[in-house]
């Protein structure tokens, strides 16, 4: 009953008049949502999760698409001309312990990530392959260009379109990982760039640079896909999402105070709203997180309430909506806050049902030893979970040392695709399906041998290690409690990114720690140290056999002596003392 | 050193009986229409009709006529001399100059040679991409509607449809919101407006290019055309030129790089009047005024026309035939230059750096390139217009492709500066003996001089 009736307040202020609203008669192809969500997370830190989401109901494949309004041009006609079905792209700085934060909205490994499904009419995928990432990297500011076929893998079952798609022959998607890359101001510009308002107006104008990056986790994407453009499902449109994900450790970083609003996060607040959007609302996480009454409070008051059940749990969000003429009315800027009305005991946190960790073992620099621990913690439930590890070249997996071991007993994985690296051109693929037991801990490791590398195949400082890509889980996790089907275009975007397939089970990827392995590295200087010694030595030779060429010999008095007085009367020379 | 000559091959012939019969229509026009089936329509070549004195055909006062297509009507003025020098001066009109092949060549001239006109047209390339930004700074009080879909397809397309020989062309548009101009404008009391002076203009565009988004997925060059909505608390705004004088336009353009124009959007009658306005913007005139801009940035001006001469509009098609020959002969001989300035410049380098290894399909790029340009100075002396643009572009397009092959780059960084210092401990102690064995000798003879100095 509740619910219903915040839903139907929430209709009612969508059609009442707002500003923006003057185009209403007129129609419109394309339309801008934008949303902020905050939550509160177990340890104390506070996660903000940005999401714009313009959707255009034209057909950008045909071609003859060229006029855009709130869709980026820039964007577009990458998606035209190199036929993109689908592109997900994400830049991300620091690690979302899924452990200690719960299960994240959008997780995205550290580094950038890209993976993409291309039209079936594209002939050469690995060309097309090349060209996007290149053209990506410009328009990004991002190292992209430097995804090559020694990173790319073709995964199998891991990465499903999220979009519509007639087919799903994997030989058209592409998935890369640079673990490498470091994300900073100079990516976050072109991202801001891409949004129609830019960061003038509506929520983007709390993304200022100097907070987002002081922060311990940093998220930024673009995701790409086509979606149906009514329930009939008989002509396409076209949905960009540009979210963004940032964690402020409050609480960690000594103020010891789990409050926080807005102008202490992002040091601004919201003053006007963006005219293009038609949405644009804020969310606050105000779920209960024991079982307790209410612990917290938001203010200003919240224009209504929200109830919904998002990852297998009950959720209620606290909703501002920006366009609600009410809300700027009392006071000229939106300045949300959150108390604690008493200290909340951090031993009781909730664990997440599924998460992972992962680590490189063994000792000394020729083998070593990949574990990956997954833990199901669902009291009676089992389900299946795919693994895909990319691994480098130069380390050269050992397959047969595979183990996967649950409850101390071997679990068999129900299905295996292996391809095994090429030096130089290809990295190891390796995909299974697993099941976790209820209540469990399944250990998988495989042992590695590292390669020598030739000494210009070494990155600059080789001395740091080297980077193995997060291995990522797929997983459809049985929800405690049942959930409805859900229309895309009314709820909230963070419950919509991912397909959900029916009520009793909710759609999960994490990605585990990216690993640091120390290669046997070469002392560079070698060669140049080698240089100088010979150098120095055939020198020493050349002075001497010089000094016996161009000497000349005097007659000497009659004292001559035997080669030991000559010998003598040089060293007495030197020392400035008259000779014998 | 090089240079360029022209020479135009003349021929004269009387008019056909069906040619008589179209030139006793009433007007110029007219006769121009129904002369247009009977010429001969390649590319490069021109007709020219003299009419005699007292014809009526001409308007008063007007003594050169100039149609849509290759051909013109002159009036027999003067002595045969006087005719045969103005037949050139409409001949030289109707293909090229010696300023528009100066300014083909501009790139390759020494500064200050040339007037401030010449470096205005587009650079030659096998393509462009034309952008129209419609900029909407103030969101909040206009929503700015264009119909630019169907402007494109109305007035674009069919100039377009004719540059196609010359080009490759590809159209598209964006709304870009919160763009503003690099410049405040300056309120004037009297007028009670915004005004944004000539020389202010140069400013105005850098803000608003980091904005335009480049079009990562191709290299051909890019035509801005941006209409900029002025925020209403700027408006209305008025560009002046040098004079101080309001510009009828209100648009100017910026050489190779595209046009603006600020389109005020009128006040609404009463104050109280909801935000935000609703704009739909008179594409008919946004576009008269971008295509004038294009026509310029091609080179096509028709400014410096004697008043005796009267040039027949383009009409719909946006540029005439005779034009459209005027920017193949300048292309061609563009095309030309740059083919022989890029694989000069790949010889000098190839001089200069002696371990850069050129591959057998790079050589035969450059092989085939000096064959297409030859092809097409051949063509062009014969005056096959079309042949030799044609070879003219396949010269371009081979002699980039050897240029900028990667495979010149792989060797090229291992400059001598280093080889020197990783040998520097062998130079060094080898040196060391030699250089005291120099100074010995120094010592030495600086001694035999001196000894026999003392004896005396």
Same mark, same amino acid.
């Given at each position: 009953g509740g619910m219903a009736a915040a839903l139907l307040l929430l209709l009612l202020m969508a059609a009442g &008049? +707002?500003?923006?609203?003057?185009?209403?008669?007129?129609?419109?192809?394309?339309?801008?949502?934008?949303?902020?969500?905050?939550?509160?997370?177990?340890?104390?830190?506070?996660?903000?999760?940005?999401?714009?989401?313009?959707?255009?109901?034209?057909?950008?494949?045909?071609? !003859?698409?060229?006029h855009y309004r709130l869709f980026p041009k820039a964007l577009?006609?990458?998606?035209?001309?190199? +036929?993109?079905?689908?592109?997900?792209?994400?830049?991300?700085?620091?690690?979302?312990?899924?452990? =200690?934060?719960?299960? &994240?909205?959008?997780q995205a490994p550290a580094g950038a990530e890209l993976w993409v499904w291309f039209q079936p009419t594209v002939t050469? $995928?690995?060309?097309?392959?090349?060209?996007?990432?290149? @053209?990506?990297?410009? @328009?990004f500011c991002a190292s992209l260009n430097f995804i090559d076929s020694t990173n790319t893998v073709i995964p199998t079952a891991s990465f499903k379109p999220l979009g519509l798609a007639n087919g799903t022959d994997h030989h058209l998607l592409r998935y890369a990982v640079l673990p490498r890359e470091v994300v900073c101001t100079e990516n976050l510009t072109p991202w801001k760039k891409l949004l129609p308002c830019g960061s003038k107006a509506g929520l983007a104008v709390l993304l200022k640079a100097e907070r987002l990056f002081h922060s311990s986790y940093h998220s930024q994407a673009v995701h790409i896909r086509p979606i149906c453009r009514d329930a009939s499902c008989l002509a396409v449109s076209w949905e960009l999402r540009q979210t963004l994900t940032v964690v402020f450790d409050f609480f960690s970083s000594g103020q010891g105070k789990k409050d926080w609003s807005?102008?202490?996060?992002? !040091?601004?607040?919201?003053?006007?709203?963006?005219?293009?959007? !038609? /949405?644009?609302?804020?969310?606050?996480? @105000?779920? &209960?997180?024991?079982?307790?009454?209410?612990?917290? /409070?938001?203010?200003?008051?919240?224009?209504?309430?929200? /109830?919904? @059940?998002?990852? +297998?749990?009950?959720?209620?969000y606290a909703v501002y909506d920006l366009l609600s003429p009410s809300l700027f009315n009392t006071s000229r800027s939106l300045n949300v806050q959150l108390k604690w009305k008493r200290p909340q005991d951090s031993s009781e946190m909730p664990i997440p049902t599924l998460h992972?960790?992962? =680590? $490189?073992? +063994? =000792?000394?620099?020729?083998?070593g030893e990949i574990c990956t621990l997954i833990y199901n913690t669902h009291p009676y439930r089992a389900f299946p979970v795919i693994l895909l590890e990319t691994v480098p070249w130069y380390l050269r997996l050992y397959v047969h040392t595979l183990t996967i071991i649950t409850k101390g007993k071997e679990n068999k994985p129900s299905y295996i695709h292996y391809q095994p690296a090429q030096d130089r051109s290809r990295p190891h693929l390796l995909e299974m399906l697993i099941q976790l037991p209820a209540n469990s801990v399944t250990k998988i490791t495989i042992q590695f041998e590292r390669a020598l590398l030739k000494w210009t195949e070494y990155p600059p400082d080789p001395n740091h290690g080297f980077y193995v890509g997060s291995s990522v889980l797929s997983a459809l996790v049985p929800s405690v409690t049942a959930m409805k089907d859900i229309d895309v275009e009314q709820s909230p975007l963070f419950t919509?990114?991912?397909?959900?397939?029916?009520?009793?089970? =909710?759609?999960?990827?994490?990605?585990?720690?990216?690993?640091?392995?120390?290669l046997p590295t070469p002392d560079f200087s070698m060669p140049y140290n080698v240089i100088c010694l010979t150098c120095t030595v055939v020198a020493v030779c050349y002075g001497s056999f010089y000094n016996l060429l161009t000497r000349t010999f005097h007659v000497e008095e009659p004292s001559r002596g035997g080669l030991a007085k000559r010998l003598a009367n040089v060293i007495r020379k030197f020392r400035g003392v008259p000779p014998l | 050193?090089?240079?360029?000559?022209?020479?135009?091959?003349?021929?004269?012939?009387?008019?056909?009986?069906?040619?008589? %019969?179209?030139? *006793?229509?009433?007007?110029?026009?007219?006769?121009? %229409?129904?002369?247009?089936?009977?010429? #001969?329509?390649?590319?490069?070549?021109?007709?020219?009709?003299?009419?005699?004195?007292?014809?009526?055909?001409?308007?008063?006062?007007?003594?050169?006529?100039?149609?849509?297509?290759?051909?013109?009507?002159?009036?027999?003025?003067g002595s045969l001399a006087a005719l045969q020098a103005r037949l050139r001066e409409v001949t030289q009109l109707m293909s090229f100059t010696a300023s528009a092949v100066a300014a083909a060549l501009s790139d390759r001239v020494p500064n200050g040679q040339l007037g401030p006109d010449a470096r205005r047209n587009l650079k030659s390339s096998l393509g462009y991409e034309i952008t129209f930004s419609l900029l909407n700074p103030d969101p909040k009080s206009h929503t700015v509607d264009w119909d630019i879909e169907g402007a494109v397809n109305r007035y674009v397309k069919p100039v377009l449809d004719k540059l196609s020989l010359v080009a490759n062309f590809s159209v598209d548009s964006q709304i870009l919101y919160y763009a503003v101009l690099g410049v405040t404008p300056r309120y004037d009391k009297e007028s009670s407006s915004f005004l944004l002076s000539a020389h202010s203009l140069p400013h105005v565009i850098n803000p608003v290019e980091a904005r335009l988004g480049s079009s990562a997925a191709s290299l051909y060059p890019v035509l801005n055309f941006l209409l900029y909505v002025p925020e209403?608390?700027?408006?209305?705004?008025?560009?002046?030129?040098?004079?101080?004088?309001?510009?009828?336009?209100?648009?100017?353009?910026?050489?190779?790089?595209?046009?603006?124009?600020?389109?005020?959007?009128? *006040?609404? *009658?009463?104050?109280? %009047?909801?935000?935000?306005?609703?704009? #739909?913007?008179?594409?008919?005139?946004?576009?008269?005024?971008?295509? %004038?801009?294009?026509?310029?940035?091609?080179?096509?001006?028709?400014?410096?026309?004697?008043?005796?001469?009267?040039?027949?509009?383009?009409?719909?098609e946006g540029l005439a035939d005779w034009e459209l020959d005027h920017l193949l002969w300048a292309h061609t001989v563009e095309n030309i230059a740059t083919v022989s300035t890029t694989l000069t410049s790949l010889a000098q380098l190839l001089d200069k750096i002696g371990n850069i290894v050129i591959k057998d399909d790079v050589a035969s790029e450059v092989y085939r390139a000096v064959a297409s340009v030859q092809r097409a100075v051949t063509k062009l002396s014969l005056g096959h217009l079309h042949a030799a643009f044609q070879a003219s572009k396949e010269a371009v397009t081979s002699s980039e492709r050897a240029f900028f092959d990667p495979s010149l780059l792989h060797l090229l960084y291992f400059p001598d500066d280093q080889k020197f210092a990783i040998y520097i401990p062998l130079f060094l102690p080898m040196a060391v003996p030699i250089l005291l064995s120099l100074a010995k000798i120094v010592r030495e003879t600086r001694l035999r001089k001196k000894e026999p100095t003392k004896m005396d």
């Open positions: &008049p +707002g500003p923006g609203r003057a185009d209403a008669g007129r129609e419109r192809r394309d339309a801008l949502r934008e949303e902020l969500l905050l939550s509160p997370l177990p340890t104390g830190d506070v996660a903000a999760t940005f999401q714009f989401r313009t959707r255009w109901d034209a057909d950008l494949q045909r071609g !003859s698409v060229s577009g006609r990458l998606v035209a001309a190199l +036929g993109v079905r689908e592109l997900h792209l994400a830049l991300t700085q620091g690690f979302w312990r899924t452990r =200690y934060w719960g299960q &994240p909205p959008l050469d $995928v690995d060309k097309a392959w090349k060209e996007l990432s290149n @053209i990506l990297s410009g @328009i807005l102008f202490k996060m992002f !040091s601004r607040t919201l003053t006007d709203t963006c005219p293009l959007a !038609s /949405e644009s609302k804020v969310y606050v996480d @105000i779920s &209960p997180k024991n079982k307790e009454k209410e612990l917290l /409070e938001v203010s200003p008051t919240p224009t209504s309430v929200h /109830e919904t @059940i998002v990852q +297998g749990e009950k959720k209620s992972a960790q992962r =680590y $490189v073992g +063994g =000792y000394g620099l020729q083998t919509s990114l991912f397909p959900s397939s029916d009520g009793s089970s =909710y759609f999960v990827r994490l990605y585990t720690e990216p690993l640091l392995v120390n | 050193r090089t240079s360029v000559t022209s020479r135009y091959e003349m021929r004269y012939r009387s008019t056909t009986g069906q040619e008589e %019969a179209a030139l *006793a229509a009433a007007t110029a026009r007219e006769a121009d %229409a129904a002369l247009y089936p009977l010429q #001969d329509t390649t590319l490069g070549s021109l007709t020219m009709y003299v009419v005699p004195e007292t014809s009526s055909l001409l308007p008063q006062g007007i003594n050169v006529y100039v149609g849509k297509h290759r051909s013109a009507l002159v009036r027999a003025v209403r608390s700027h408006s209305p705004l008025y560009i002046q030129d040098k004079d101080g004088a309001p510009v009828s336009t209100n648009a100017f353009h910026s050489p190779r790089w595209g046009g603006i124009m600020v389109y005020n959007v009128e *006040a609404p *009658a009463s104050p109280q %009047a909801s935000l935000p306005l609703h704009v #739909d913007v008179d594409m008919a005139r946004v576009m008269e005024v971008f295509l %004038a801009q294009l026509r310029l940035l091609f080179g096509l001006s028709r400014e410096e026309v004697p008043p005796e001469f009267l040039l027949e509009g383009p009409g719909n």
